[in-house]
């Protein structure tokens, strides 16, 4: 039995989340602080501020410890709960199940996810979503430019907050 199916989609999103706050901490140098709101009704997990000012940047996490059959991370976000914003941004991460590491980081904007994300209309079984689907392990797909280096998010979301 592996590490996907002992730990609960609720212990895998608070362990994912975890990290990303401590790799934005770390990466930022302190300068950025993390919060959690008391429910992710908005589909935000995290909310960042640089210390000192008052202009949040929201997060959603999106996470997976394995890839499927043909080494791609596939994660679908919901409509329902997905709104783009100037100010939200959507965190995919790859968790190594093995070693218990990030592999792989991607940075997206909402907005941008909104045009390029798969949009699969509800069916009978389910409902509306948009798909994300990039290979952690290449960088020739139409999310290549939004990975980045586990190590340099806290750094990317300075350069974020001091560009607007």
Not at 47 to 64: A, E, M
Not at 138 to 156: A, C, V
Request: charged share 25%; net charge positive; glycine share 6%.
């Amino acid at each position: 039995m592996d590490v996907e199916q002992r730990i609960s989609s609720k212990q895998k999103g608070d362990v994912t989340e975890s990290r990303v706050v401590e790799l934005i901490t770390l990466g930022s140098f302190g300068q950025l602080t993390c919060y959690t709101p008391k429910s992710d009704d908005d589909g935000i997990d995290l909310i960042i501020n640089k210390k000192g000012y008052f202009k949040p940047i929201f997060i959603q996490v999106k996470s997976r410890f394995k890839l499927n059959k043909g080494k791609q991370f596939i994660q679908n976000v919901g409509c329902a709960t997905f709104k783009s914003h100037i100010s939200f941004y959507i965190i995919f991460i790859y968790f190594n199940e093995m070693t218990f590491e990030v592999e792989c980081v991607w940075l997206i904007p909402s907005v941008e996810f909104e045009k390029l994300a798969y949009l699969k209309k509800s069916g009978e079984n389910y409902k509306s979503f948009y798909r994300f689907s990039a290979n952690p392990l290449t960088d020739t797909n139409q999310w290549s430019r939004y990975r980045i280096p586990k190590e340099k998010l806290g750094q990317e979301l300075l350069r974020i907050m001091d560009s607007d």
